[in-house]
């Protein structure tokens, strides 16, 4: 049973248009999510990140969204350039500490074209 | 840069034959994990470490042990690696606020 989902395999956006990356979860225990991207033969880069006691959170071009009624989180990037063209991973975590395990989705594969 | 290395980047090895991937820091961080990533799965926490012979186990930890002697090391083995653990491989470090989560380059290993 995937706690974390990402149901969007792919997406292709124009340069300097916005891209938004989907996130579900089911586990209501969870309180911190993040996004990673991962670039081939390379490990995942943190990107950003929001504690549940926010609804967004915002760094450069890069804005996250939680919704905790409907347990969707979202990904914005405005505007996309194609070095943001890798795969986006979120990921989730519950009760906070560094022990605790993060459950990832399964990744979102993002082409910027020029 | 989380100053994380992995070793080997990458490995073929044969069904059978035991495999030790290891992790190495510099930067002193008490939180070290192990995980794979597959196609269709995207990461699995194999097994964490919470400080110097603190060791627990993740979701897919069947067929993996894990050590950590000193702080800048956190070993994985496959006592007898099974094709099914063909994957590639990364570690983790945990720095700064909340979970935030620093990740190595990775080592693919490929089980014949």
């Known amino acids: 049973d995937q706690q974390v989902k990402q149901n969007s395999p792919s997406l292709s956006v124009q340069e300097g248009r916005i891209s938004i990356l989907n996130c579900d979860y089911t586990?209501?225990?969870?309180?911190?999510f993040l996004w990673y991207k991962k670039y081939p033969a390379e490990g995942p880069t943190f990107l950003i990140s929001?504690?549940?006691?926010?609804d967004k959170n915002e760094d450069g071009r890069f804005t996250v969204f939680l919704n905790k009624s409907a347990k969707h989180l979202s990904l914005h990037i405005v505007p996309s350039q194609p070095g943001d063209s890798a795969v986006y991973f979120c990921?989730?975590?519950?009760?906070?500490?560094?022990?605790?395990?993060?459950?990832f989705g399964t990744g979102t594969l993002l082409a910027v074209q020029p | 840069d989380a100053g994380i290395t992995q070793s080997p980047r990458h490995k073929v090895t044969e069904t059978g034959t035991p495999v030790t991937l290891r992790c190495h820091q510099t930067?002193?961080?008490?939180?070290m994990y192990w995980y794979r990533q597959d196609p269709g799965h995207g990461l699995r926490l194999i097994h964490y470490?919470?400080?110097?012979?603190?060791?627990d186990k993740g979701e897919v930890s069947d067929g993996y042990s894990v050590s950590r002697s000193k702080t800048e090391d956190f070993l994985l083995t496959l006592e007898s690696a099974t094709s099914s653990q063909t994957s590639v491989y990364f570690c983790?470090?945990?720095?700064?606020?909340?979970?935030?989560?620093?990740f190595g380059p990775g080592t693919r290993l490929t089980v014949l």
């Open positions: 990921a989730a975590s519950a009760y906070g500490g560094a022990t605790n395990k993060l459950i």
């Open positions: 470490s919470y400080g110097v012979k603190d060791t």
């Open positions: 930067e002193n961080h008490r939180y």
């Open positions: 983790a470090i945990t720095a700064g606020a909340g979970d935030t989560q620093y």
């Open positions: 586990n209501s225990m969870f309180d911190y």
């Open positions: 929001i504690s549940s006691i926010k």
